[in-house]
């Protein structure tokens, strides 16, 4: 199964690419699940759009895992590719998302908000 930065060569020359850059996310919103008889579809279809590097994960501190998951991305249109993706084109669940953004800069072990 080929995924996001994966390239198919036929030559017999070696060659090298860079990487696929990274950035670090500017927006976050708790995703939930609606519908409870549906968890199973809702954390497959949610791993799926985060080993395709949709979004990321994060995790509250006291967060056992059970929790609504906190998506972190670089633009709202990330979230609303996830929302629809979850909803219409391939789980078909039913989900709600809270996004707000809060940047926190620390540096020199002092805390800007």
Same mark, same amino acid.
């Given at each position: 199964?080929?995924?996001?930065?994966?390239?198919?060569?036929?030559?017999?020359?070696?060659?090298?690419?860079?990487?696929?850059?990274?950035?670090?996310?500017? !927006?976050?919103? %708790?995703?939930?699940?609606?519908?409870?008889? $549906?968890?199973?579809?809702?954390?497959?279809?949610?791993?799926? =759009?985060?080993?395709?590097?949709?979004?990321n994960?994060?995790?509250?501190?006291?967060?056992?895992?059970?929790?609504?998951?906190?998506?972190?991305?670089v633009?709202?249109?990330q979230?609303? !590719?996830?929302? %629809?993706?979850?909803?219409?084109?391939a789980? $078909?669940?039913?989900?709600?998302?809270?996004?707000?953004?809060? =940047?926190?800069?620390?540096?020199?072990?002092?805390?800007?908000r």
């Amino acid at each position: 199964m080929l995924a996001i930065g994966d390239a198919l060569y036929t030559g017999s020359a070696r060659i090298r690419f860079r990487g696929i850059p990274s950035f670090s996310p500017e !927006v976050f919103a %708790y995703v939930s699940n609606a519908n409870p008889s $549906k968890y199973k579809n809702y954390r497959k279809g949610l791993k799926e =759009l985060l080993e395709e590097g949709a979004v990321n994960m994060l995790r509250d501190r006291d967060d056992d895992g059970n929790g609504s998951p906190i998506l972190a991305a670089v633009g709202q249109l990330q979230f609303d !590719v996830v929302q %629809y993706r979850l909803e219409v084109r391939a789980i $078909k669940v039913e989900t709600s998302m809270s996004a707000f953004v809060r =940047l926190v800069c620390v540096s020199a072990g002092i805390l800007h908000r």
